[in-house]
């Protein structure tokens, strides 16, 4: 099968500059990365802050061009000018601050301003804005101004400003570091619903380890290299070695971990409450 | 201490004004402004009172708003109309003290201040019954002519959109600053004129720093979302004529061309 996204040995370097414009040092953000992503998976990947894992994601939006290596989106190479549009409208992007991602001062307008750019007529803007903003639960705040609602609620607009485009893939750059929880709740099940109900894949970027319990696959970066893949009941059984790269474990795997260190016989890598639940009392 | 502050002033309601197109009433508000300045004798400022009386009622907005915008300007008003009244020369009519009325000065000072008064009333009109979106679009596509001498009227009108948007953003951030210097000393309320402008130069600075964020930011998600100009670009609300507007449109000419004759004969 055709994967959606295709990393090889992909590298970034940043140069830092001195005043005069002379470059001083190289910062490898990101270091020989091989990824691969099939169409409809939800992926999360997670880091810490610096561990590349931005410059990453802003790779497969055509932001960023790699230094080295190669990146193809849904069979595109990223470093191909004349395909920056397309790969954007293939994959579009989430990013971290509700509000310096939402452009128009009402609701359905901004849903409407990435297909203004791609020339789509004026009737099938209106349906694709009706249809995004129903999908995310945010129809009946249309007409509203951005700057009126929760931060949960931002986010979700800008989702279904993604949505609009009608894109096989969307990455969300930790949409949830700046809200509360409950808008956390709201924006992670809008991302968990598209990749159910519309198929499709999801590339949730997060430091939360929570975030990625429900996701196919993770991927888990520092300092530019990815040091860990799998399931996430293959990561978190590994939780000696999260713990050794300075991960939180969410709460009940690290206390299901303790307990099997104390010898109850219960399985590694136990993510909810219920599983723990039902490994003790069978 | 920002927060009142509203730009474009619209007020919300459903008159035959609110539903006009924008370019309607930005052509309409140009004319009025050159109709105020054509007309110099009584005749023609009646038939603009009376235009003004019936636009005024057609719009549903309180008149009290209107007035509101004159509040700003009555220095101004104030001052205009005492240098007109005993700065011109002329046949003296009335004395007070060294002081002197002509008869131009009277004549003149009147008409300086109704002119100013009905420009506000005007102009803030517009602004009422057309949100501030409507007029940026009605803007761009008023001067698109200019954008073939290369004016970049599509970026101008971005500009003004966005700038829109973010202006309670910074409002709000203006006043977490403010708060958060104030939790640590700074003293915005004391002081002279000169003093309380130094004490906004820490909260400038940071302001400008985190609009520059903002403005980096946004540039980003603009295009992550494929924008690349006003190229190829279609439109989620295109403006379209109605009779409404093509009827406003012949009212406005039969207005200033009225205007016009009555000031010659």
């Known amino acids: 099968m055709k994967s959606m996204i295709n990393a090889k040995q992909l590298t970034h370097e940043f140069f830092r500059r001195d005043e005069e414009g002379n470059v001083e040092g190289i910062s490898v953000a990101l270091d020989h990365v091989d990824l691969d992503v099939a169409p409809g998976a939800f992926i999360a990947i997670l880091g810490h802050n610096g561990s590349g894992k931005s410059t990453l994601a802003k790779h497969i939006n055509a932001l960023l061009t790699p230094s080295e290596g190669t990146l193809l989106v849904d069979g595109m190479d990223v470093s191909d000018p004349e395909r920056t549009l397309s790969i954007r409208e293939s994959a579009g992007m989430v990013f971290q601050n509700p509000d310096n991602q939402i452009i128009a001062t009402v609701v359905e307008e901004d849903v409407g301003f990435g297909p203004e750019n791609m020339g789509i007529p004026t009737d099938e803007i209106w349906q694709r804005v009706e249809s995004a903003l129903k999908g995310v639960g945010m129809w009946k705040y249309r007409e509203h101004s951005p700057n009126r609602l929760s931060g949960g609620q931002k986010q979700r607009v800008a989702i279904a400003g993604v949505m609009a485009m009608e894109p096989k893939c969307i990455i969300l750059d930790e949409p949830t570091a700046m809200l509360d929880p409950g808008g956390r709740a709201e924006v992670l099940q809008v991302a968990h619903e598209l990749n159910r109900k519309k198929g499709i894949t999801i590339i949730l970027i997060t430091h939360y380890m929570e975030e990625v319990v429900d996701a196919d696959y993770v991927y888990v970066m520092e300092k530019g290299h990815i040091i860990m893949d799998g399931t996430p009941r293959e990561i978190f059984s590994r939780v000696d070695d999260l713990i050794a790269h300075r991960l939180t474990v969410p709460q009940i795997t690290l206390l299901a971990h303790r307990l099997k260190a104390a010898g109850l016989d219960i399985p590694e890598g136990i993510l909810t409450r219920e599983e723990l639940i039902k490994a003790l009392c069978p | ?265």
């Open chain 2, 1 to 265: 201490m920002f927060r009142e502050i509203t730009l474009g002033q619209y007020y919300p309601a459903d008159s035959v004004l609110h539903r006009l197109d924008p370019r309607v009433k930005l052509f309409a508000t140009l004319i009025y402004i050159i109709v105020l300045f054509i007309a110099e004798k009584p005749i023609p400022f009646l038939v603009i009172t009376a235009a003004l009386i019936a636009v005024i009622v057609m719009s549903k907005v309180p008149f009290s708003y209107m007035v509101r915008g004159l509040r700003g300007i009555v220095m101004l008003l104030v001052i205009a109309g005492v240098f007109n009244l005993f700065m011109t020369p002329g046949i003296v009519v009335y004395k007070i003290g060294p002081f002197e009325i002509s008869d131009i000065g009277l004549k003149n000072a009147i008409i300086m201040v109704v002119r100013m008064v009905y420009l506000i009333i005007g102009t803030s009109l517009m602004t009422l019954t057309t949100t501030p979106n409507q007029l940026t679009d009605g803007l761009e596509r008023s001067l698109r002519p200019l954008s073939r001498l290369g004016a970049p009227v599509h970026e101008i009108s971005m500009m003004m959109s966005i700038a829109l948007r973010f202006i309670p953003i910074l409002v709000e951030e203006t006043d977490k600053i403010m708060k958060a210097q104030m939790a640590r000393g700074a003293d915005f309320e004391s002081g002279g004129l000169i003093t309380r402008a130094k004490a906004m130069v820490p909260i400038l600075v940071p302001l400008f720093v985190s609009a520059f964020r903002r403005a980096s930011d946004l540039a980003m998600a603009m295009e992550a979302r494929c924008y690349h100009g006003g190229e190829g670009r279609t439109k989620m609300k295109p403006l379209t004529y109605k009779a409404s507007d093509r009827v406003a449109y012949v009212l406005i000419m039969a207005f200033l061309v009225a205007v016009a004759v009555l000031s010659l004969i």
